[in-house]
């Protein structure tokens, strides 16, 4: 039997991740610093690791990781968070003789977490972004409020998420606001604020060495939190053909080979979808494009082990899925129009949920004791109060 072993087991990725190998026979260790976690907690789960914080002690968990794959025979690693993908990145050497380990190399993650350099790379490509204003030095503020329209987004330069970026609505408040953001996050980038009624889509595509799509999977945020802009609550699958060319052509220019989510927004000004970011690793809707028809963690586990299989690039259309606990909760309590959400809040018939599942229950009940150990683990609490 097949092993695999996922580390970052608190989140809802890393648990579509274990049910999509498990449901294929593939024996899962999951891990993580805390001895609760949601994955852990899955019926796919064959074993439960505890290791040292990745955060704290990172040559500790290092030592950990290289202790399990050298005792055991793995056929893959898979990082799931950014945090830990990072740092397994830099020690790729140590680990690739040991275990398969399907990553970019560690220049071209830097180089694509990087939104300015990202972005001033799509421009070259032809591929649509926000206006956008990369500041050099705090006189470039000024320049940036009369080059750029209010209202503007300040956007950490590397970030995640809707973590770090600042809405500025007055003239008068830019400076205040950018210098405030500056001291956490050195240089952020000025942005024109896409109309919120503006659609995002994500692209999700798997690539061989060759650049050929082996997997494509688009789908429509519905709902997200923080509601002005942050993870999806509830998505969609859909076609949409501008977003799937604009993708691959930036993946392809950077060479990619592997996995990769590139986000986008479509300006209502123009109809022009425009690039917001791209995501090197497994995202956090990842279980909508499995219940679609793209299982992406078993075509990862395929392409890494040599496996040939055709392309699957056609999926179910309008096929939902909700990040209920407690994302579309916290999206209905901040919501000023909750109870005019479309599709409403109450509806759940025809849904497929990121953790709630009657065939693996238990993971449910996982998740609500994650959200409890916040009272004593240290590390989920500092994540999610920077998220």
């Known amino acids: 039997m097949s092993k695999v072993f996922v580390t970052d087991g608190h989140w809802r990725k890393t648990l579509a991740v274990v049910r999509s190998l498990g449901r294929k026979g593939v024996e899962v260790t999951v891990g993580e610093s805390s001895r609760v976690a949601t994955s852990f907690f899955s019926k796919y789960c064959h074993r439960r690791v505890v290791y040292p914080s990745v955060r704290r002690r990172p040559e500790d968990f290092l030592a950990f990781l290289r202790q399990q794959v050298n005792r055991r025979t793995y056929d ?77 987004v300040i956007k950490p330069r590397v970030s995640s998420g809707a973590y770090g970026i600042a809405y500025v609505e007055r003239e008068e408040d830019l400076l205040a606001v950018y210098q405030e953001a500056h001291s956490r996050f050195p240089f952020p980038l000025i942005q024109e604020r896409i109309p919120q009624e503006g659609e995002a889509f994500g692209l999700a595509a798997l690539l061989d060495e060759e650049g050929a799509a082996k997997a494509l999977f688009v789908h429509r945020r519905l709902r997200e939190y923080p509601v002005r802009g942050g993870p999806s609550t509830l998505r969609e699958s859909v076609r949409h053909p501008q977003i799937e060319e604009l993708g691959l052509q930036l993946l392809r220019s950077l060479g990619w080979h592997g996995l990769a989510m590139v986000e986008f927004k479509v300006d209502p000004r123009d109809g022009m979808p425009k690039l917001m970011e791209l995501n090197p690793r497994f995202w956090g809707s990842l279980a909508l494009a499995i219940h679609a028809g793209v299982d992406f963690p078993y075509l990862l586990y395929k392409m890494a082990l040599g496996e040939e299989f055709d392309p699957v690039l056609e999926y179910e259309l309008g096929k939902r899925c909700r990040w209920l606990l407690p994302g579309d909760i916290l999206h209905f309590l901040t919501n000023p129009r909750r109870f005019r959400l479309r599709p409403s809040f109450f ?33 989920l609490r500092r994540f999610l109060q920077r998220r």
Not at 125 to 152: C, H, L, N, S
Request: glycine share 6%; no cysteine.
């Open 76 to 152: 893959l690693l898979i990082p799931m968070e950014e945090e830990t993908l990072l740092l397994l990145v830099r020690h790729k050497g140590e680990f690739a003789p040991l275990v398969r380990f399907p990553t970019p190399v560690y220049p071209d993650l830097v180089r694509v977490r990087d939104k300015g350099w990202l972005l001033q790379h799509a421009l070259k490509e032809g591929v649509p972004i926000p206006q956008t204003y990369f500041v050099k030095d705090m006189e470039d503020v000024t320049a940036a409020r009369d080059a750029i329209r209010p209202p503007w």
């Open 347 to 379: 509806q759940f018939r025809g849904m497929a949920y990121d953790i709630l599942s009657r065939e693996d229950p238990l993971p449910t009940l996982g998740r609500f004791l994650t959200l409890f150990s916040l009272l004593w683990d240290g590390d």
